[in-house]
């Protein structure tokens, strides 16, 4: 669970969400409400995510 390859692929996620959201349009639905900005709070998100992962298991 707490693999480090695991928390880089997550923030490679999300890096890439941030940086080439575009990409990431092309497979998104149409139906999909305000797709770019979901995409790039998704992103945000992952890196977050990742980080208190990081974070959190440096304080056990």
């Given at each position: 669970?707490?693999?480090?390859t695991?928390?880089?692929?997550?923030?490679?996620?999300?890096?890439?969400?941030?940086?080439?959201p575009?990409?990431?349009?092309?497979?998104?639905?149409a139906w999909?409400?305000?797709?770019?900005?979901?995409?790039?709070?998704?992103?945000?998100?992952?890196?977050?995510?990742s980080?208190?992962?990081?974070i959190?298991?440096?304080?056990?």
């Open positions: 669970m707490n693999d480090p695991d928390l880089n692929a997550s923030n490679g996620a999300g890096i890439a969400y941030l940086a080439m575009e990409n990431v349009l092309l497979i998104t639905p999909v409400p305000f797709a770019r900005e979901l995409i790039i709070a998704n992103g945000v998100i992952e890196i977050a995510a980080l208190a992962l990081v959190r298991t440096r304080l056990r």
